[in-house]
């Protein structure tokens, strides 16, 4: 097992060929290959592309499969299929491949040589030819695999790569993800239940259970040092309101904030955690309920679910981790309140507390030290902003007893269209696609729940690709949807989907 630092993680990308036409042409598959590799990687995507030896026989395949299954640094394959490569050579390694793939259905060249062109150039460029024999098998075996069509140079292509390359990130991040739960599920709510034995197998991540009491412990031998600096990044990064500032009336409870947030972080860096959950209901040991932190964690890239919800804490540290470097954010997100007026129906999100200051955009947040209605502790301080408006993605994920399955909802995160002088909270403000009516009645039919990670950074396809590699039930609710063939898809897959 490689440590952290050792690892290099990449995308593996295999050319299959055969001996049909001679080692001349051999050789001109191999410089090619060398051309698309270097080009692709010029793209500059978020993971380099390590070109493998060519592949011509059934051996070379299956060899090749099982090293990329075994090599760490491997997340995913990509292969194109340059001449012809005769898809039986391909059935034994497919079967064995575990990585993400995507298929690469380009040629070397955009145009044809049309007066020049013989037997000889189209034999050595069919792509078109070998493609589909390599997606007959991979069809046959009911492999998962994205495939990228187009010129390799095209945006079209280089688009769908990058997103591939994001979804092998997420998957790889999924199969060796922790979550630690402070407290238990919030009582008597039912979606963010779920089997977490079936987690483990079907998206990887291990979710392992703890008391507000051990972070208490950890809590207790934070220095005083330590809060300090914490305080100190506090004022170097947001507004704070007068009862947080040196003298204020809260600033004490700033203060325990800040030693929260440092038993926090502490704990999840010794366990090798990077995603958690909290409950208001078991805060035992503890003087606030974690809000800032929680804030401050997700800013830092960490997973985050309330009320034990470790599902949505997987999948925001999952789409964080999907979509780093892209413009945007994410966050734990609730669908809180609605709005029905001459601004359109709009839904306003928020949490108690726990709202990714990603999404801020360049705004500075308010720090503030509030009231918090429920769980009977003190004060807890929370950063307070708005969402940056923009298209993006609201995204569930339920266990429906069965099955897990993911809704995505694409909407329209706008400017508040008033000031919200009175709201202690950071929130987001949208429009649901298509319409209001349509996007909530589907998520309800579809059991969706009242959290969600609300991503500005990746797109529906995104995360469909996501579930999609996974064998993972996804449903789309975007400009297209139409409630009647949204509940007859529901039906279908009820049918498809019937054991796990
Ligand atoms: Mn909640």
Request: proline share 4%; with cysteine; net charge negative.
């Amino acid at each position: 097992m490689k440590t952290k630092t050792e690892r290099k993680p990449a995308i593996w990308f295999v050319v299959g060929s055969q001996h049909l036409y001679g080692p001349a042409a051999l050789k001109e598959v191999e410089a090619d290959s060398k051309i698309v590799a270097e080009g692709l990687n010029a793209a500059g995507f978020p993971l380099p592309i390590i070109l493998k030896p060519m592949v011509t026989r059934a051996d070379e395949i299956t060899a090749f499969c099982k090293e990329a299954n075994y090599d760490d640094d491997c997340l995913g394959v990509i292969t194109w299929m340059h001449t012809f490569s005769p898809a039986k050579m391909w059935a034994t390694g497919l079967k064995l491949l575990e990585k993400p793939m995507l298929q690469l259905h380009t040629q070397l060249s955009p145009e044809l040589p049309w007066d020049k062109i013989n037997m000889d150039f189209m034999n050595l460029h069919q792509t078109a030819h070998g493609g589909r024999e390599f997606g007959h098998i991979s069809a046959r075996l009911k492999k998962p695999f994205s495939v990228a069509v187009g010129h390799w140079k095209e945006e079209r292509v280089t688009r769908k790569v990058d997103l591939w390359m994001r979804v092998c990130l997420a998957i790889n991040e999924s199969r060796n993800l922790k979550v630690a739960r402070f407290g238990d599920n919030m009582r008597d709510v039912a979606v963010t239940e779920g089997d977490k034995v079936e987690a483990l197998i079907r998206l990887g991540f291990t979710v392992d259970a703890f008391t507000s009491n051990d972070l208490a412990e950890v809590l207790a031998a934070v220095t005083d040092e330590e809060v300090k600096a914490t305080v100190a990044d506090y004022e170097k990064r947001y507004i704070l309101t007068d009862v947080v500032r040196a003298g204020g009336s809260a600033r004490g409870n700033l203060e325990d904030s800040a030693r929260l947030e440092v038993a926090l972080r502490r704990f999840l860096e010794q366990g090798g955690y990077r995603a958690f959950t909290t409950n208001f209901e078991a805060l035992s040991g503890l003087k606030q309920l974690p809000g800032l932190a929680a804030q401050r964690l997700m800013a830092d890239g960490y997973g985050f679910g309330a009320e034990g919800d470790w599902k949505t804490s997987a999948l925001t540290r999952i789409l964080k981790v999907m979509g780093q470097g892209r413009e945007g954010g994410a966050s734990f997100m609730e669908d809180y309140t609605y709005h029905f007026g001459p601004e359109g129906d709009l839904n306003l999100g928020a949490h108690m507390l726990e709202v990714c200051p990603t999404l801020a955009g360049k705004t500075k947040p308010v720090l503030d030290v509030q009231p918090l209605g429920i769980g009977g502790k003190e004060a807890p301080a929370r950063l307070l902003f708005s969402c940056r408006s923009g298209p993006a993605v609201n995204v569930g994920i339920m266990d429906l007893g069965g099955r897990f399955r993911i809704v995505i909802n694409e909407i329209d995160v706008i400017e508040p269209p008033h000031d919200l002088p009175k709201l202690p909270v950071a929130r987001a403000v949208w429009k649901y696609r298509p319409d209001f009516e349509t996007g909530v009645a589907a998520w309800i039919v579809a059991g969706g729940g009242h959290h969600t990670v609300l991503s500005l950074s990746l797109t529906a396809e995104h995360i469909r690709t996501f579930a999609d590699e996974l064998g993972l039930e996804c449903l789309v609710i975007g400009s297209k949807t139409d409630l009647d063939s949204f509940k007859n898809e529901l039906r279908w897959n009820d049918l498809y989907y019937r054991d796990r």
